[in-house]
């Protein structure tokens, strides 16, 4: 199962924004294309493809990954959101990984 499937990048962001939480700031103004899909404070727009052009604003919608998860075993919904952590320095290293009761199982 795909948790991300988005039509484009900026609705992906959007999306991974609703489940994950924001990206940190310092992620977005060092991101070599943030500025494709980014305003400077944080809200994600993307360009109309359409005749008329303009941009649309993406207003992610509050949601959580144990929502997203629902019905999966709760070791494999821990391990997942320990391995989604937007920020890296957040994110389970891999040698902590390795030593999760879900691999461990």
Do not use: C
Not at 71 to 94: H, N, W
């Amino acid at each position: 199962e795909v948790l991300f499937n988005d039509s484009s990048g900026a609705q992906m962001l959007a999306r991974m924004e609703s489940v994950l939480g924001s990206m940190p700031a310092w992620m977005r103004s060092r991101g070599r294309f943030a500025k494709r899909y980014y305003l400077g404070d944080g809200r994600i727009f993307e360009q109309n493809r359409d005749a008329g052009g303009g941009t649309s604003m993406l207003l992610p919608q509050p949601s959580s990954l144990n929502y997203v998860l629902d019905g999966f075993d709760k070791d494999m919904a821990d391990f997942i959101s320990l391995l989604l952590a937007l920020d890296p320095t957040e994110r389970i290293s891999a040698e902590d990984a390795l030593q999760h009761p879900y691999l461990l199982e």
